[in-house]
């Protein structure tokens, strides 16, 4: 019968074990206090290189094929009146720009899709229905041109190929590029979750294992002392208090970054998010300002979507449109009365509830006067239709001209971009600053173990040759 093996557990036994002990907690704590740096290196990196580009990659696609369609009918609308050519010619070049701005979203929405299946395949079906949609466009303003007709009055022909083109636009390629921008999102604020629920639970990790190790530290320092009768042994100091800068660089670091996560991701791009979806629909109910001229059968149809859109922008609850422009002028003079009435909510109104950076109330006020301004415009319009000034109708909302629809337009589309350009160098800087502090981090994390691991070695080696 085998007979069990006892440790004798003498003074050099003993010292082995605890160095031992201590050793491995310290390459332990080392580990664990790598991940942050490590980890959360990666999760910039994802985020810098595909999350937000596929956010904003889909954002543009949207905005661009939206636009295509309003470019589209306003050259319907235009028709064969010599007067307005140069608007004609205008739209054209400006429906050449966005077919462009698209074809390098839909470049840029591939690549950074990677391997993702379901994205693929929305933007292959993004691809085929674009087009479609090219083919279809064609074939009205083509149409249209053929039978000379005169502005406001397109051809029967050309407006039966133009409502296959917008409802293929409305029904598969816009809803297409949303689910785009909201799986991406959502992609984003999932990464971004995760990030920040590990780095608490590795502060967490970091102090109960740190607490651990500097218990067996000290306790290997107090064994010392009454075993040699020396008071401290400084090598073993110092690898406590290297082990506690671990601890220190780690916690700090970690709250650092749960900082710079939720500054990136909620305080800028929560609201380039916003702004982005507000631009995009602000073009699609520009869009429908141009359909329902261009098809006053469907006006029902479209004057309800244009209303829906600018909900969606700045919700009025129970504003309907014959009151949304009066009741948006009246929130934005309460508003500039009193920053902290904003009597609207939709995606302007997040945005107005997380003005942070240097210059973007600036640039949201001015975002509010020119909603104001392109609603009021839109009432205008309406009016002229309704009492059956076509011409003038036509000619008002398509102006560039300053006080026209179309400048109106214009310069809130400008003060959008601007603001979401504030917003996106916010996200940039914060990326930055997230992904600077994680190198210094790391360095100090990685020396401070290897010389902590040293030291207890150097420290209790004298010890133990004592007993050689």
């Known amino acids: 019968m085998a007979r069990a093996v006892r440790i004798r557990w003498t003074t050099p036994a003993i010292l082995r074990a605890a160095l031992t002990g201590c050793l491995a907690l310290t390459i332990a704590l080392g580990a664990l206090c790598s991940v942050v740096p490590l980890h959360t290196g990666g999760s910039w990196n994802t985020i810098k290189q595909q999350l937000a580009p596929q956010v ?13 369609d309003a470019q589209t009918a306003n050259i319907l609308v235009f028709g064969d009146n010599k007067s307005l050519a140069s608007q004609r010619a205008k739209a054209n070049t400006i429906y050449g720009q966005d077919l462009h701005t698209a074809s390098t ?22 691809l085929d229905g674009l087009g479609l949609y090219e083919a279809l466009s064609s074939r009205a303003t083509s149409l249209n041109d053929e039978a000379r007709a005169p502005s406001g009055r397109p051809s029967p022909d050309a407006l039966d190929a133009y409502r296959r083109a917008t409802d293929l636009m409305r029904t598969q390629l816009l809803p297409s590029a949303q689910k785009l921008i909201d799986a991406n999102n959502s992609a984003f604020t999932s990464t971004y979750g995760d990030e920040r629920g590990l780095l608490s639970d590795v502060r967490l990790a970091a102090l109960a294992l740190g607490l651990l190790t500097l218990a067996a530290l000290v306790a290997l320092q107090l064994f010392l002392a009454r075993r040699f009768r020396r008071r401290i042994n400084p090598a073993l100091a110092a690898a406590t208090l290297l082990c506690l800068t671990v601890i220190g660089t780690t916690f700090s670091l970690a709250g650092d970054e749960r ?5 990136t991701r909620h305080e800028a791009f929560d609201s380039v998010v916003a702004l982005s979806s507000a631009r995009a629909l602000g073009y699609d109910a520009n869009a429908d300002e141009s359909r329902n001229i261009l098809d006053p059968a469907m006006s029902g149809q479209y004057s309800n979507a244009f209303l829906e859109k600018s909900q969606q922008i700045a919700d009025l609850s129970g504003a309907d449109l014959a009151t949304y422009s009066t009741r948006i002028a009246a929130a934005r003079r309460a508003y500039l009365a009193n920053h902290d009435d904003v009597r609207f909510t939709g995606y302007l109104g997040a945005e107005f509830r997380n003005l942070t950076f240097t210059g973007e109330r600036a640039a949201a006020e001015k975002i509010l006067s020119a909603w104001v301004q392109y609603q009021g415009d839109d009432h205008t319009t309406r009016g002229y239709l309704a009492a059956g000034q076509l011409d003038r109708a036509i000619d008002y909302n398509t102006s560039y001209a300053v006080g026209g629809s179309n400048w109106a337009f214009d310069q809130w589309d400008a003060a959008m971009q601007v603001d979401i350009a504030i917003n996106a160098d916010a996200f940039s800087s ?4 997230g992904e600077g502090e994680l190198d210094t981090g790391l ?12 030291l ?4 209790v080696r004298p010890r133990l ?4």
């Open 105 to 126: 979203a839909l470049q840029g929405a591939t690549v950074s899709a990677g391997s993702n299946a379901s994205a693929q395949a929305t933007l292959v079906q993004i």
């Open 456 to 459: 207890a070695v150097i420290g």
């Open 56 to 68: 904003r990659d889909a954002s543009s696609l949207y905005l661009a094929l939206t636009d295509m």
């Open 465 to 468: 040759a004592e007993f050689r």
């Open 259 to 263: 900082y710079e996560l939720y500054y």
């Open 443 to 454: 360095v100090v994390i990685a020396v401070a173990t290897a010389a902590a691991l040293a």
């Open 430 to 433: 914060g990326v930055s600053d």
